[in-house]
């Protein structure tokens, strides 16, 4: 998985463009998940986000994916659980300190944010992760926000 992952931070302006076309294409899927029922298509939406997300980016299924604001790099990988740079720590080679065989998830963050259109979204704070959100999609969270922001009297359930 470390290997994919740093891979994947290399080339970042690609799966950027990936997410650019994935993104409005789940939110016109909106409909779809409505009348199925967001508590229906949860478990296989999570199943194939944990899938292609764990082998991608080797994501922690946190709820509240910031994988387009941190250069493809998951946060979450952090041994600290930073979501918001990197810690005192970092080693000289760009290491991490509680971990010295990996790279820090910052420094792998901050060079793929830097290949990105998007770059400057790496100064975005993040929110800590909510507990109660761990393991769920956050594509269809990410749905309900944008149809709750474009239509705030129209509930997305």
């Known amino acids: 998985m470390y290997k994919v992952r740093r891979w994947v931070v290399r080339h970042s302006r690609f799966?950027?463009?990936v997410y650019r076309t994935f993104e409005p294409v789940?939110?016109?899927l909106h409909p779809v998940w409505k009348r199925i029922g967001y508590g229906r298509v949860e478990a296989p939406v999570r199943f194939v986000e944990k899938n292609v997300k764990g082998f991608l980016f080797d994501c922690q299924m946190c709820g509240k994916c910031a994988l387009s604001s941190t250069g493809m790099s998951c946060p979450m990988n952090c041994p600290k659980n930073l979501r918001n740079g990197p810690c005192g720590g970092v080693r000289a080679n760009g290491?991490?300190?509680v971990e010295p065989e990996m790279r820090c998830v910052w420094v792998d963050a901050w060079e793929?944010?830097?290949q990105m259109k998007?770059?400057?979204k790496i100064h975005a704070?993040?929110?800590p992760v909510d507990n109660r959100i761990k393991g769920s999609s956050s594509w269809l969270r990410e749905v309900r926000q944008v149809v709750e922001t474009h239509d705030?009297?129209?509930p997305a359930n």
């Open 26 to 28: 789940i939110i016109k």
């Open 152 to 154: 705030p009297d129209s």
């Open 118 to 120: 998007g770059s400057d």
């Open 15 to 17: 799966f950027e463009a």
């Open 95 to 97: 290491h991490c300190e």
């Open 112 to 114: 793929g944010s830097q």
């Open 125 to 127: 704070v993040q929110l």
